[in-house]
């Protein structure tokens, strides 16, 4: 069968199972856009900007775990998607990137829209491609889905010449090859593991993005009961583990709770799972878990000793390997240890100002109203850190975030491609109105295909975050973190075809969510907060997380 090289594109899409792709035609890639026009099978989801492509892709990824697909044309299409690959790659997430770039001859030359792509991208992708013969074409596409989605998962670029796409050649249809799991660990790496379980008096595990990504929650769950485990969570943990389950005790790190920060502190085993130790979480590497041995369970052998020295290590797919461990281990049982950590929740709640309207008890509202049962996507600020704290995350891939990268502007693109890939779930994106001010233009797409996503605002009027810092290291010393101006976010929401709704008190925030979730399109909701809430507990930059400190501590300081 004889395919154009555009063709052979929309055919190795369709054996890979792709049903969506985020993307935005130009020149070099009309040839591609020409073919997806014929095959009505895959959806295109045309966005405003191409790097809101990249983050819808990256969003339709996280929530439905297959391998999001993103288009661009040469030059600067291809450098608006940089910030969403670097994003997905810093999280792991499974994305394939086409671009097309000027014609073979034409290449090195500054040719119109010319860019080394490929060169540009090289340390933000676990791999990538320049396409310059058609009769590679195919298994090179196939190359790329098979490197994004194994192992540990990344973005991977594919960059096809403008004549590669004209030019014709055989195309053979192929099945998906099963990815080969790399399997790093012996027997005597499992019974040093059980040896400090089995030894261990007061073990906690530590849980990352890793056990979403392999799908590993019920036996990261069955895990914690065995060993009888308090458990914590790095930001994109978020859902591997139930956040009402009493073994729970919040996140961990800069913004965790004083309970996971100070039991972290206290434990002698401290199990990270498909967690990479990150300086979010560590805080002062020379004071953390000072006093517990470290087992590190994690497919990527090059973050074993990276930040933190272990006593043990396992590399290999978390789930296969806590399958092992539990089938191997017997029940044990912590009371004394559990007391402890008990007494450490009740000591210290996460808690806000329940006077006025603020971001917690939207979030609370939002956990409610929903059930429990939403995707939040979120951006980057004190509004992501609130959504982590308030919202209970009790299923993996309900929560979508920037981690890695802390990437202002993520969220809107991610909700649309979580939306799109779960059609059944209510999308939720919480932004502040600094992050919101980024991509917001990606309202204009959901307008356009009338997906019933709904955007939060979270508008203090200042970029909180930083504003915060300023506030506690930098003597109040506002320096370009103040956004008073006239943007008026409800009319621009409803200029680009959105209802919107602005919120400013606690009593018109529960009647706002339930017009929001019976609107059948998108609804923006402006919620009104004081400039100066902040997100406590915090970590001073250098400090030991075992040293969080929150608002009461501030006020004892003071005195």
Request: with cysteine.
């Given at each position: 069968?004889?395919?154009?090289?555009?063709?052979?594109?929309?055919?190795?899409?369709?054996?890979?199972?792709?049903?969506?792709?985020?993307?935005?035609?130009?020149?070099?890639?009309?040839?591609?856009?020409?073919?997806?026009?014929?095959?009505?099978?895959?959806?295109?989801?045309?966005?405003?900007?191409?790097?809101?492509?990249?983050?819808?892709?990256?969003?339709?990824?996280?929530?439905?775990?297959?391998?999001?697909?993103?288009?661009?044309?040469?030059?600067?299409?291809?450098?608006?998607?940089?910030?969403?690959?670097?994003?997905?790659?810093m999280d792991s997430v499974p994305m394939v990137a086409i671009t097309a770039n000027v014609n073979l001859p034409l290449l090195g030359k500054d040719t119109f829209q010319e860019v080394d792509i490929a060169g540009v991208t090289m340390p933000i992708t676990k791999h990538g491609y320049i396409v310059k013969d058609v009769s590679i074409l195919a298994d090179t596409i196939r190359k790329a889905f098979r490197i994004a989605g194994s192992?540990?998962?990344?973005?991977?670029?594919?960059?096809?010449?403008?004549?590669?796409?004209?030019?014709?050649?055989?195309?053979?249809?192929?099945?998906?090859?099963?990815?080969?799991?790399?399997?790093?660990?012996?027997?005597?790496?499992?019974?040093?593991?059980?040896?400090?379980?089995?030894?261990?008096?007061?073990?906690?595990?530590?849980?990352?993005?890793?056990?979403?990504?392999?799908?590993?929650?019920?036996?990261?769950?069955?895990?914690?009961?065995?060993?009888?485990?308090?458990?914590?969570?790095?930001?994109?943990?978020?859902?591997?583990?139930?956040?009402?389950?009493?073994?729970?005790?919040?996140?961990?790190?800069?913004?965790?709770?004083?309970?996971?920060?100070?039991?972290?502190?206290?434990?002698?085993?401290?199990?990270?799972?498909?967690?990479?130790?990150?300086?979010?979480?560590?805080?002062?590497?020379?004071?953390?878990?000072?006093?517990?041995?470290?087992?590190?369970?994690?497919?990527?052998?090059?973050?074993?000793?990276?930040?933190?020295?272990?006593?043990?290590?396992?590399?290999?797919?978390?789930?296969?390997?806590?399958?092992?461990?539990?089938?191997?281990?017997?029940?044990?049982?912590?009371?004394?240890?559990?007391?402890?950590?008990?007494?450490?929740?009740?000591?210290?709640?996460?808690?806000?100002?329940?006077?006025?309207?603020?971001?917690?008890?939207?979030?609370?509202?939002?956990?409610?109203?929903?059930?429990?049962?939403?995707?939040?996507?979120?951006?980057?600020?004190?509004?992501?850190?609130?959504?982590?704290?308030?919202?209970?995350?009790?299923?993996?891939?309900?929560?979508?975030?920037?981690?890695?990268?802390?990437?202002?502007?993520?969220?809107?693109?991610?909700?649309?491609?979580?939306?799109?890939?779960?059609?059944?779930?209510?999308?939720?994106?919480?932004?502040?109105?600094?992050?919101?001010?980024?991509?917001?233009?990606?309202?204009?797409?959901?307008?356009?295909?009338?997906?019933?996503?709904?955007?939060?605002?979270?508008?203090?009027?200042?970029?909180?975050?930083?504003?915060?810092?300023?506030?506690?290291?930098?003597?109040?010393?506002?320096?370009?973190?103040?956004?008073?101006?006239?943007?008026?976010?409800?009319?621009?929401?409803?200029?680009?075809?959105?209802?919107?709704?602005?919120?400013?008190?606690?009593?018109?925030?529960?009647?706002?969510?339930?017009?929001?979730?019976?609107?059948?399109?998108?609804?923006?909701?402006?919620?009104?907060?004081?400039?100066?809430?902040?997100?406590?507990?915090?970590?001073?930059?250098?400090?030991?997380?075992?040293?969080?400190?929150?608002?009461?501590?501030?006020?004892?300081?003071?005195?």
């Amino acid at each position: 069968m004889q395919l154009t090289g555009a063709e052979i594109v929309i055919e190795c899409l369709k054996e890979q199972g792709v049903d969506t792709v985020f993307g935005y035609p130009g020149g070099t890639i009309l040839n591609v856009y020409d073919a997806l026009y014929k095959h009505k099978e895959i959806k295109h989801i045309l966005t405003s900007h191409e790097q809101g492509a990249a983050h819808a892709a990256d969003g339709y990824a996280r929530a439905t775990g297959k391998t999001g697909v993103c288009m661009a044309t040469s030059g600067p299409g291809a450098t608006n998607l940089v910030t969403g690959i670097a994003t997905a790659y810093m999280d792991s997430v499974p994305m394939v990137a086409i671009t097309a770039n000027v014609n073979l001859p034409l290449l090195g030359k500054d040719t119109f829209q010319e860019v080394d792509i490929a060169g540009v991208t090289m340390p933000i992708t676990k791999h990538g491609y320049i396409v310059k013969d058609v009769s590679i074409l195919a298994d090179t596409i196939r190359k790329a889905f098979r490197i994004a989605g194994s192992g540990r998962p990344g973005p991977v670029l594919v960059d096809i010449t403008k004549d590669v796409t004209a030019a014709t050649y055989e195309y053979i249809p192929q099945k998906p090859a099963a990815a080969p799991t790399p399997e790093k660990f012996t027997d005597e790496d499992i019974e040093a593991a059980l040896d400090l379980i089995r030894r261990a008096e007061r073990p906690y595990i530590y849980l990352g993005g890793g056990a979403i990504i392999s799908g590993a929650c019920e036996e990261v769950r069955e895990f914690a009961k065995k060993i009888d485990a308090p458990v914590c969570d790095t930001l994109m943990g978020k859902g591997a583990f139930d956040g009402k389950d009493e073994m729970y005790t919040g996140m961990i790190g800069m913004h965790g709770t004083k309970i996971s920060n100070l039991g972290v502190s206290e434990c002698d085993l401290l199990i990270a799972l498909g967690a990479r130790f990150s300086d979010r979480v560590v805080g002062n590497a020379k004071k953390f878990a000072s006093k517990a041995k470290v087992l590190h369970i994690d497919i990527d052998a090059a973050e074993i000793n990276k930040n933190i020295k272990t006593a043990a290590s396992i590399v290999g797919d978390l789930k296969h390997v806590l399958s092992i461990l539990n089938e191997k281990l017997e029940p044990k049982r912590h009371e004394q240890w559990h007391a402890h950590i008990l007494e450490l929740k009740e000591k210290f709640p996460l808690k806000y100002e329940d006077e006025g309207l603020s971001c917690p008890y939207v979030m609370e509202e939002i956990d409610r109203v929903t059930n429990g049962q939403a995707i939040i996507t979120t951006d980057v600020g004190q509004h992501q850190m609130w959504a982590a704290q308030y919202y209970k995350y009790t299923q993996p891939r309900s929560f979508l975030s920037s981690g890695g990268l802390g990437t202002m502007g993520y969220g809107l693109g991610a909700c649309i491609g979580a939306k799109i890939g779960r059609p059944d779930k209510t999308c939720i994106n919480i932004a502040g109105d600094g992050c919101f001010r980024m991509n917001m233009n990606e309202l204009a797409t959901a307008s356009r295909y009338n997906i019933p996503i709904i955007q939060v605002v979270i508008n203090n009027h200042v970029l909180g975050m930083v504003r915060q810092w300023q506030t506690l290291f930098y003597d109040h010393r506002y320096s370009q973190t103040v956004l008073e101006d006239k943007v008026d976010f409800c009319k621009v929401s409803e200029g680009l075809g959105c209802k919107a709704i602005r919120v400013t008190k606690k009593e018109e925030v529960a009647p706002a969510l339930e017009e929001a979730l019976s609107a059948g399109g998108p609804v923006v909701i402006e919620c009104v907060i004081p400039k100066d809430d902040k997100v406590f507990p915090m970590v001073a930059p250098g400090g030991a997380i075992s040293e969080a400190f929150d608002g009461d501590d501030l006020k004892a300081k003071e005195k």
